[in-house]
């Protein structure tokens, strides 16, 4: 049984020692809750280090709402962010060397424009599952964007006000992102998907949605065990989305960084886009490889995701695509079009997503695009 830490000081400074554990430890594919690369040694005292992560995030909504609104839950946040995005460096050589060429070009401050997940729309494990955590910490539900012919819906949440003081840094210590989290419409589904799904749903618990959701991810663990390989394949002949989901879970499937935010010539799309292709990397070319909002204030692009060997529960090991980066440019509304540069602020560029740029960013872990030569 976890026990309730009242105290919102040992509550945090529980959660830093697992969050400065978790930094020093290798990830690699996803495990049934249990944590990746750990010596059987000291077994006993890194479940001791992830009960105290879990109790700190099960009961992060229990501080005190000034805490939660002010520099306390900000940096409690900011953590929990540090580990999702540890996870996710770690497992997408990509990502890291988009970021660590992005700011070593001209020192280069990295903001990110958004964070994204995948779930199952079922049994509490969709987009409720991820956004309690940020919704608990100050984010505002925006609208909500669907794909019919994937399936999908998503929503997105737009970040709380930064306290003074704080988010001066890069990446997740920089301007707090937007989130956007997506959930497979899983009863439009075959019955044998939605057969597969429910079983790996079902076998995670009815609590582990809602539980554990934001845990497996700053953990980089499956709340399921992991699944055979006909059964991985069953559900990517009907959706690349759903097979994708059953072998990552709720791990980070993206992060955008903001263009416009960096020093020029980066700060145009354009000049980035050709920026990544002169470094050897591939982008996305679903739909081009520049994804424009019809308004044309919303500019987008990605890389291909990269892919990890994943052993299945029959033994099988097969590469699986993981995740990817994405870049957006977000231009000056219309009526702010006489503002000087140095006064243009976030406020004043086009917010939210486009459905139709979305659907392309999709397909970047899809087999199309990971076996498309550059």
């Known amino acids: 049984m976890i026990t309730t830490i009242r105290s919102s000081k040992p509550l945090l400074s529980s959660f830093f020692s697992a969050s400065s ?15 990746p690369s750990i010596n059987n040694n000291n077994n006993n005292h890194y479940s001791n280090h992830k009960r105290m992560l879990a109790s700190t995030m099960s009961h992060a909504s229990s501080l005190h709402p000034q805490l939660v609104q002010g520099q306390v839950g900000d940096s409690f946040l900011r953590n929990v962010l540090s580990s999702m995005e540890h996870v996710y460096l770690n497992r997408n050589p990509t ?28 049994d509490g494990h969709g987009i409720e599952s991820m956004s309690k955590l940020f919704l ?5 539900q925006m609208e909500e964007l669907t794909f019919p012919k994937k399936k999908l819906r998503a929503l997105w949440f737009s970040p709380p006000p930064i306290p003074n003081g704080v988010g001066g840094g890069s990446g997740v210590h920089g301007p707090l992102p937007r989130i956007f989290i997506s959930e497979l419409l899983v009863h439009q589904m075959s019955r044998q998907a939605q057969e597969i799904i429910h079983k790996y749903v079902g076998l995670s618990g009815a609590t582990a949605g809602h539980e554990r959701s934001a845990l497996a991810s700053a953990l980089g663990c499956l709340t399921w065990p992991k699944p055979s390989h006909s059964e991985f394949q069953q559900l990517a002949r009907e959706s690349e989305y759903a097979a994708w989901t059953l072998v990552n879970g709720y791990t980070l499937n993206h992060v955008t960084i903001s263009i416009h935010r960096l020093k020029p010539p980066l700060n145009d799309i354009n000049n980035f886009n050709q920026f990544v292709e002169d470094n050897g990397f591939k982008l996305n070319s679903e739909g081009g490889v520049l994804k424009v909002s019809p308004d044309g204030l919303l500019l987008q692009s990605s890389t291909v995701a990269d892919s990890i060997p994943f052993q299945f529960s029959d033994g099988f090991t097969e590469s699986v695509p993981c995740s990817y980066i994405e870049f957006a440019q ?18 004043h560029r086009r917010d ?23």
């Open 330 to 347: 977000r231009l000056v509304l219309p009526q702010y079009k006489h503002l000087p540069q140095h006064e243009v602020e976030e406020v």
């Open 352 to 374: 939210g997503f486009e459905v139709g740029n979305a659907d392309k960013i999709f397909e970047s872990t899809s087999k199309d695009q990971l076996t498309r030569k550059a």
């Open 95 to 122: 990502a890291k060397a988009m970021l660590d060429l992005t700011t070593d070009h001209d020192n280069q401050s990295i903001c990110y424009d958004h964070l994204a997940f995948r779930t199952f729309g079922v």
């Open 21 to 35: 554990l978790q930094r020093s430890s290798s990830f690699s594919s996803p495990n049934f809750i249990s944590f």
């Open 136 to 140: 608990d910490f100050g984010y505002t």
